[in-house]
């Protein structure tokens, strides 16, 4: 069964760090983009960072972009995003997803809590 499991999030003041990490099982890791959504309350559903675990080509939505890095570790099948200075817009529930986009099969986390304060 496939499943994905999240850590790290947290309540930091603005201008901190946190670090989530998605552990990934289930299925073939190296088969799949894996990265991150977020959700704030009354907002849609939007992506924050992926990778493409093959190759490590990542994508950054514009509203991180040298902010947060994403990473992986092939050998422990996980996925982390680092998240350097913090905005009070950037807290969310934090999603970790993974997609083949060629059986479309997609998995995702139960969500992780990351609250900014100003």
């Known amino acids: 069964e496939a499943q994905l499991v999240e850590s790290g999030g947290g309540l930091v003041q603005a201008g901190g760090s946190l670090r989530l990490s998605c552990a990934a099982s289930?299925?073939?890791?190296?088969?799949?983009?894996v990265g991150w959504f977020r959700q704030a309350p009354g907002k849609e559903r939007e992506g924050v960072s992926c990778?493409?675990?093959?190759?490590?080509?990542?994508y950054y939505a514009d509203s991180v972009k040298g902010r947060f890095t994403i990473s992986r570790d092939i050998i422990k099948n996980t996925v982390t995003l680092q998240m350097n200075s913090l905005k009070p817009e950037d807290t969310a529930v934090y999603y970790c997803?993974?997609?083949?986009?060629?059986?479309?099969?997609?998995?995702w986390g139960q969500g992780t809590q990351v609250t900014v304060s100003s």
């Open positions: 289930g299925f073939t890791f190296g088969d799949y983009a």
């Open positions: 990778m493409r675990i093959r190759d490590g080509t990542t």
């Open positions: 997803n993974a997609h083949n986009s060629w059986s479309r099969d997609d998995y």
